[in-house]
């Protein structure tokens, strides 16, 4: 069940990326959450090493938080002596255990617009910190994380979590289709304006909490810079890789599922171009509409060939009309959804019965021109041959075709288009 950490996310979709203000009075650039459970031996020598590292490298304000997560050992009291030594430590206690829990109220409640994490082994090299946080405050991305798979990474650990780590990402490329490379390294960050709108949409408290971040991240167009790591492996790391692999299985079908119904309103995370002259000065065409028209055209096509498979089928075992009836209802069905979702951007299940309905209506149209078609066509010959069928069906799509698509833009997906035309999404 979703834990209520925050207040839900404001209304709209997120402005266009800017470059953060670097001098901020009384408040950090970066908040780097080090989220620990018993970890009293290794989390003195962690803070102070980031903390020294930070104050040499980063040119810009910093926090550092340490994010206790019910620990039973002494390791509240090493945060606190920490925190009463260091000015940029703070010390958060949690009484439930959870890393994804501790990076969701330690993020939710920071002031800081970047925010980062990193495991308390510090097993990935710190030079990759600025780098990892640079996208982020310039504008170029939302999220950015830590890669051990990538060409230029250098990682030393044994075969047994090489190949888990593997194994993993290639099932979440398989059953999520995810691009990024990988999603369990402990070594990411986000801007705070994404994590305002993203948060509330992810459910795991645990380890799954990062890759499930991600793949919303991904499916609702964010950008996610990925940056080469040193990595070497803890041999002392306490996390348990049955129950964990276990609970990222049970993950990734719930967020599977979730993606499949559309539940999630992932159009609020949706960002307009930036600030670009060329992103707005083309004349006379409107604004999106060279998008849509690739995405309506790839869709046009596979629904096409989708159509007459169907037809095809249909042929061998009914007359004409009932066989073009029957799979033109089915591919516009599949039309209209995938439009909706890849053309318009229109995500969730709000309105979506509505735009199955006007797609219908859409569908009778091109119904009334191949049917049309096909009447004229048997009355001109008698008895075609199934290829001039074919032929026919074909010419009466591509003008039903131009037709639905003025249809879907200025009917049936208005607000969609029109949000894309404003504009104020420019500024």
Partial sequence: MRTPTIAGPPSGTLPAREHLPVNIAGRPVLDVVIPVYNEEKDLEPCVRRVHEHLLR???????????????????????????????????????????GRA?????????????????????????????????????????????????????????????????YNLILRGSLAARFSDAQCGFKAIRRDVAERLLPMVEDTGWFFDTELLVL????????????????????????????????????????????????????????????????????????????????????????????????????????????????????????????????????????????AQGLVVFAIGLALTSGSLAALGAATGDPAHSTELAVLVVANLAATVLRFLLFRLWVFPERSASRNDPRNDR
């Fill in 57 to 99: 490298t980063f040119p810009y304000g910093f926090r550092i938080t340490v994010a206790d997560n019910a620990s039973t050992d002494t390791t509240p009291q090493v945060a606190a002596g920490l925190a009463a030594e260091l000015p940029e430590v703070r010390s958060v206690r949690l009484e439930q255990k959870g890393r």
């Fill in 103 to 167: 990076l969701r109220t330690v993020w939710s409640g920071s002031d800081a617009p970047v925010l980062a994490y990193m495991d308390v082994d510090l097993s990935t090299d710190l030079n990759a910190l600025l780098p990892l946080v640079a996208p982020l405050i310039s504008g170029h991305s939302d999220l950015a994380i830590g890669s051990r798979l990538a060409r230029s990474s250098r990682v030393v650990r044994g075969p047994k979590r090489e190949f888990i780590s593997r194994a």
């Fill in 217 to 356: 991240a991904e499916r609702a167009g964010l950008r996610i810079h990925e940056v080469p790591v040193d990595w070497v492996d803890d041999p002392d790391s306490t996390v348990h890789i049955v129950s964990t692999a276990t609970d990222d299985l049970k993950g990734v079908w719930r967020v599977g599922r979730a993606l499949a119904t559309g539940s999630l309103p992932l159009d609020r995370l949706a960002r307009p171009f930036g600030d670009d002259p060329r992103d707005r000065e083309l004349t006379g065409v409107p604004g999106g509409l060279a998008r849509q028209l690739v995405g309506f055209c790839v869709v046009g096509v596979l629904s096409t060939l989708f159509y007459l498979a169907l037809y095809s089928l249909f042929r061998l075992g009914v007359g004409p009309q009932i066989a073009n009836a029957g799979a033109l209802l089915v591919s516009a069905v599949a039309n209209t959804a995938a439009n909706r979702r890849l053309t318009f951007g229109v995500r969730g299940r709000d309105r979506a019965v509505r735009h199955q």
